[in-house]
């Protein structure tokens, strides 16, 4: 595990760190870098870069008193902001569901709901979820089988209407390796149907819901990305692309002659839904970013602030983006309100 992981899973923030600690990793990084500082330095002076490093040399001191200082938070006016913000999300949500005949369990942020909705698209999850809802419906058998090696007996279940092999292949405990198993003459067992009255059914229950709804149309040419998980991207760039897709295939029907009217009414709607829904993650966004600000034990919040953060030179800052906080305020209904107080 690489150490600034393992740093991580013992300290929630950086400030919190002692000097002896921080002068230890400290070293870590000097370490690395005079290995490679040779090398580097070569490939800044052909790049011609020299001046913005000794340029950036120097901003390490205020940075460091800056990020030492850090920034106030107003909490009566953070509770109000998050008030206001929690209030449109749930508004926003509720509007959506309404709208395009969502269930209330539809989750959006689950990319399981999200890859069904948007692509048609059923992700194991799912499929293990109904598959798993399907024992709750069905009447099952248990039957007794005897491992060709060993002779350990294993039971497994099978509807009770349905056909049973009298020869499968199952991972043996004894053999500990996948062997053939032989039915036994042991009767079959009836098993007692699973309780429907479980808070794990109503889950199952709520997501059998979903494949209610009608995903929204795509364009026939259009292929989502996947993830490495193998379902299909729901991020803003994934969104983005899809707001595209669709956009350019309503320019092509409109240049057609006789454009099919379900076609197009079918991506009108996707296209409001994909508009709306980019409006509904900025709120998300908002959400997750500043409802639990990393406060040190000044009672201050302590940004990470970057040098090379933008194309343009100017300084930024992440863990939280206090800077779009200070010069973006929101409108709480009553008065516009910055989230953080200015740095002191």
Known sequence: MDWKESFLDRKEHIFDT???EMRKYNARDCTALIDIYENMMVDIKLSKL??????EHKLIPPIAIMKER???????????????????LNQSESTLRKDYNLPAEFNFNSQDH??????????PGLKKKMKELKSYETEEQSVQYE???CLSKKSFKYPSLGLVPATTEAKCSKCRQNMPFFRTSLDPKPVKARSR?????????????LFECVPFAKPSAFRPARTSSGKYGTGREDISRFENAVLARQRQLDDQKRPS????TGLERTSDFLGRFTELTKFSKLKTSFFDLPVGKDGRIHPTVLIQGTAT???????????WALLNPVNSGKAEMPILSQAA
């Open 261 to 264: 009217p379900d076609e197009i």
């Open 313 to 323: 030179g100017r300084f930024s800052c992440i863990n939280p983006n206090a800077q």
């Open 18 to 20: 002692d000097q002896v």
């Open 114 to 123: 999200m890859n069904w909705i948007l692509y048609g698209f059923q992700t």
């Open 147 to 149: 491992c060709r090696e």
């Open 50 to 55: 020299e001046p913005i490093v000794e340029l």
């Open 70 to 88: 850090g920034i106030s938070k107003d909490l009566s006016k953070l509770k109000t902001w998050q008030a206001w913000i929690t209030k449109e």
């Open 197 to 209: 009255e479980t808070k794990k059914y109503k889950e199952l229950e709520s997501s059998a819901a």
